[in-house]
């Protein structure tokens, strides 16, 4: 099987296009507007497929051994055909028509919105919201779509008053970058605010787990704790009670660890003076990071912290969960340089992560 997609300025165009590569016997399988970014390549994307003639009957003289092998690659190669169109009509079915709309740019924005992977029903909330809202004073399309995004942005990056102790505590899952984070907001929280720090470790998992944390507060000149327990977690904060700042790097927990977190969970969750950031890689596709960040609700983290931003082209997906699950982003990582890959999350930033044209950047300006 061969499957392949056209584009031309109309759909006929474009099955006439298909027709005169592929055959008569060629096999329309989807017809629809092109996505923004094969838009250069035509206004209409028709997608065909040729499905091969029988296979004639195998010729006695035909070695047993080589039919069997040319048979066997044959099915591979249309089991990866098959999927292709799978996943071609998945891709279609996401991006597809809404409802008929008065608008007629509205198909533009589902599919711009849609490109950014952002969830479908948030996607069908603000276009809804945009039509309920034509003929107010809003100049135009781009700007009621903005202005709806931005109603529903969370955003909690701002630093802690010079004076007020403040106690924070990163939790997440293995590799989020946690300790890496923790570090980067000793410099700009701490060093840069001069306030006095101290770093506590409580991950007891890894073999040396704290060593990395241990050696960050040599350099930055911070006072250091490596802990195993709830109680001594307890006893350290009473000694810091009069540090202006102090980190928390917790254990990544991994599905099957979920039960030895219960301690430091419930302690984290039921001090008021502490506020848990829950650490998520923007990388990490919708399902992922819907179950990540329902496994550590035990923490009830205040804010999400996305790091990786660096790693993928698609912001649509980490806004959906702050959206979703109401808690706002506080800060937002690019990279592993302390303290350069990070920046407060506000609302502005996150709009110019949302559109596809500035997603190329790795670095977040102001």
Request: glycine letters at 6%.
């Amino acid at each position: 099987m061969r499957i392949k997609s056209f584009y031309a300025s109309t759909v006929e165009g474009a099955v006439a296009l298909a027709r005169k590569e592929m055959g008569a016997e060629a096999m329309l399988v989807e017809s629809r507007k092109a996505p923004l970014e094969a838009r250069h390549l035509g206004e209409y994307e028709v997608v065909c497929a040729l499905v091969p003639e029988a296979e004639p009957a195998r010729p006695q003289a035909e070695d047993t051994g080589a039919y069997d092998a040319r048979l066997s690659s044959e099915l591979a190669e249309m089991r990866r055909q098959l999927d292709v169109m799978g996943k071609t009509i998945t891709r279609s079915a996401w991006s597809g028509a809404r409802r008929p709309s008065a608008i007629p740019e509205m198909s533009e924005w589902h599919a711009r919105l849609m490109a950014t992977d952002m969830d479908s029903e948030l996607v069908h909330q603000i276009l809804d919201a945009v039509e309920r809202r034509s003929g107010t004073e809003l100049s135009g399309l781009e700007s009621a779509v903005t202005a709806e995004i931005e109603k529903r942005i969370l955003v909690n990056g701002t630093p802690p008053a010079a004076n007020a102790p403040r106690v924070v505590a990163l939790a997440g899952p293995p590799g989020a970058g946690k300790t890496t984070m923790i570090a980067k907001l000793a410099v700009t929280w701490g060093l840069a605010e001069r306030r006095p720090l101290a770093l506590v470790s409580m991950d007891d998992f890894r073999v040396a787990g704290a060593d990395q944390l241990r050696s960050y507060a040599t350099i930055l000149g911070a006072g250091f704790q490596a802990l195993d327990s709830v109680g001594a977690l307890a006893q350290a904060l009473d000694e810091h009670h009069g540090k202006r700042l102090v980190l928390i790097d917790t254990p990544g927990y991994g599905p099957h660890d979920m039960d030895r977190a219960a301690d430091l969970a419930r302690f984290l969750s039921t001090r008021p003076e502490i506020a848990t950031h829950l650490v998520l890689t923007a990388s990490m596709k919708s399902a992922d990071l819907n179950h990540v960040a329902e496994r550590f609700e035990i923490f009830r983290p205040s804010s999400l912290l996305f790091t990786r931003l660096d790693e993928t082209a698609c912001f649509g997906t980490a806004f959906s969960l702050s959206v979703r699950r109401g808690k706002p982003v506080s800060f937002l990582g690019t990279g592993q340089e302390i303290p350069d890959d990070v920046a407060p999350a506000t609302k502005d930033r996150i709009l110019k992560l949302l559109w596809p044209q500035t997603l190329s950047a790795t670095r977040l300006a102001a």
